[in-house]
């Protein structure tokens, strides 16, 4: 699987927007771009993926740049519940496959 | 949402002993399970990957004489840590998909294993 890179921590007031960016600049065609998340103590949850095209759904938007060399995961207004890491992780399209964990994004909201 | 169980929650055992930890599927079948390993402060290793009916495939540096998987059915996996050791102290956690093209895994709440 592609490699991603994301900030090791990001901080964020309470009922602000957060974007989480991710570079992934050796994406190929056949590579979804997911995002899953772990609060403390707890297994990941499934956050939003998304392929080519912008992305939006009840938790978050998924913003993916024109060459999908990187992604802006968007948390439209974050709360204390939003405490976790974030993980982009690429994933080909086939599925099917193990999620392989990167060091992911430590965000922190501060009320 | 797809809903994936665990138990125990959490267990401590002695140095020597087994563990079994089971993964559930509660409301979809899935033929395909995936085991990940989480130490203190790291993120999420993959350990294996769990098959209905046939061997799991483990990852390079997993002994699969002492990480036993079985996958007996559509809706259960459990991995036995055999004579633990306290370097085995971790955080256990499964995950599961509903199909081949499904986009999302679930992930069980994870089980720690503190084995002194």
């Known amino acids: 699987d592609a490699k991603t890179t994301q900030p090791n921590s990001m901080e964020s007031n309470e009922e602000e927007p957060v974007h989480l960016p991710c570079n992934h600049s050796?994406?190929?065609?056949?590579?979804?771009i997911h995002w899953y998340r772990q609060l403390p103590s707890q297994g990941p949850e499934y956050v939003i993926h998304?392929?080519?095209s912008n992305v939006n759904n009840r938790m978050a938007s998924l913003a993916i740049a024109e060459d999908r060399k990187s992604s802006t995961l968007i948390l439209h207004r974050a709360t204390l519940r939003d405490a976790a890491v974030y993980y982009c992780?690429?994933?080909?399209?086939?599925?099917?496959?193990?999620?392989?964990f990167g060091k992911g994004t430590r965000l922190s909201v501060i009320a | 949402g797809a809903v994936v169980s665990q138990h125990p929650s959490w267990v401590i055992c002695k140095s020597g002993t087994s563990v079994k930890i089971e993964c559930r599927s509660l409301?979809?079948?899935?033929?395909?399970m995936f085991w990940y390993r989480q130490f203190p402060k790291q993120s999420l290793m993959l350990m294996a990957t769990?098959?209905?009916?046939?061997?799991?495939?483990?990852e390079q540096g997993v002994e699969k004489d002492k990480f036993l998987i079985n996958h007996a059915s559509l809706t259960l996996s459990t991995l036995t840590v055999t004579s633990a050791h306290p370097e085995d102290s971790s955080f256990y956690i499964c995950?599961?998909?509903?199909?081949?093209?499904?986009?999302?895994?679930?992930f069980g709440p994870g089980t720690r294993l503190t084995v002194t």
């Open positions: 995950s599961a998909e509903i199909d081949q093209r499904a986009f999302e895994q679930y």
């Open positions: 050796t994406i190929s065609g056949t590579d979804y």
């Open positions: 998304g392929l080519t």
């Open positions: 992780i690429l994933r080909h399209i086939s599925g099917n496959t193990p999620l392989v």
């Open positions: 409301d979809f079948q899935a033929t395909t």
């Open positions: 769990s098959n209905e009916g046939s061997k799991a495939t483990y």
